[in-house]
């Protein structure tokens, strides 16, 4: 079983930047990768980028690449996502999860982020 849980969001104006935490325990070894998905009203969710635990490989949705950052704190078991030059389409809930690309099996509650223009 694996715990996550996310923070940092908030309100920001239109070309901000916030940064997103999530802190995972449990048996986090068993994962294969750490992602950020987010899904605004209306909306279906959408993943926004992923990290592989082992290997630090990246991929980003297009829609934020150049503008967003991921990484990971390994001793802390903690994933970051830095998000700058955020725009309104951003405004969303951020989801932490994890497990094999394509299976994510554990999310967090999710952090709200609101862009206003």
């Known amino acids: 079983q694996v715990q996550l849980v996310e923070s940092g969001g908030g309100l920001v104006q239109a070309g901000g930047s916030l940064r997103l935490s999530c802190a995972a325990s449990?048996?986090?070894?068993?994962?294969?990768?750490l992602a950020w998905f987010r899904q605004s009203p209306g909306k279906e969710r959408e993943i926004v980028s992923f990290?592989?635990?082992?290997?630090?490989?990246?991929w980003y949705a297009d829609s934020v690449k150049g503008r967003f950052i991921i990484s990971k704190d390994n001793a802390k078991d903690t994933v970051y996502l830095q998000m700058n030059s955020l725009k309104p389409e951003d405004t969303a809930v951020y989801y932490c999860?994890?497990?094999?690309?394509?299976?994510?099996?554990?999310w967090g509650q999710g952090t709200q982020v609101t862009v206003s223009s």
């Open positions: 990290i592989m635990w082992i290997s630090d490989d990246t």
């Open positions: 449990g048996r986090t070894y068993s994962s294969n990768a």
């Open positions: 999860t994890t497990g094999p690309v394509g299976r994510w099996d554990y």
